[in-house]
């Protein structure tokens, strides 16, 4: 029986910048459109958690029946170690789509009904990630949906449901957080080549290989960088993104340099930490536009 810090350890805290940057950016820009309304944006971060935390539980139920995380190096899998009964993973997983699903359903009934499409599209893709006959993870289409969902989604969403409405720079703000996602999820199947090639899951990273990983995950991180500056057009503030400059450093210089393993779960946890320091600032510089 798993403990409550086993569970808490099997959602991957270290992945949930991913849902609170994009809300934060987007809540950023809504307020840049003089649109700001606290219960939505609150709302918004619950759905994006829940989605979060769902899609982290439904990979260790599907990686671990499947027995691709059977020796993993990383964050803890409740399946895979038999801490916990699959069935009690993939409920914990449908419960967090359930809460998901739940505030979803107040934003679109106080926003638009068609946001329904958007969420149970949003559910579908968390669970055939890795769940399912032919998912998705398996086939090099992993960081596509990471960017479109915990980029474009999630970043115009949470400004749509509070504006009714999205400016041209709430677009161009997703496509920096949309990549700075991706580049989580990248080194994070960087550090699993090696199992994942031994399993037969063929992630992007198992396709580019090690040296062509490494160059995607540097891409992800410097373009994110320059993209976000096209939205200096509205306030130059945003110019203080590049204060996250520095944390950038680290993950990448262990990217760089080849490090693997043990290495790569620091990465991980550092290019979190990118993602927090840039949200932030993203989100406070839209504040002023």
Known sequence: MASVSE???GARPRTLPNSIVPVAVGT???????GF???????????????????NYANDYSDGIRGTDADRVGPLRLTATRLAEPAQVRTAAMLSFAIAAVAGLVLAATS????LLVGAAAIVAAWFYTGGSTPYGYHALGEVSVFVFFGLVA??????VQVGSVPWYAWAA?????????SVLVVNNLRDIPTDTATGKRTLAVVLGDAGTRRLYLGCIAVAFATALAVAAVSWWVLLVLVAAPFAVPPGRRVASGQVGTDLVLALGETGRLQLVFGALFALTLLTA
């Open 112 to 115: 638009s009904w068609w946001l």
């Open 7 to 9: 569970w808490v350890a």
């Open 37 to 55: 309304v606290w219960w939505k944006a609150l709302l918004a971060l619950i759905v994006s958690l829940a989605l979060q935390v769902g899609v």
């Open 174 to 182: 997703a496509v920096p957080v949309g990549l700075l996602s991706c």
């Open 155 to 160: 970043v115009v969403g949470t400004v749509f």
């Open 28 to 34: 950023g820009a809504a307020f840049a459109a003089d």
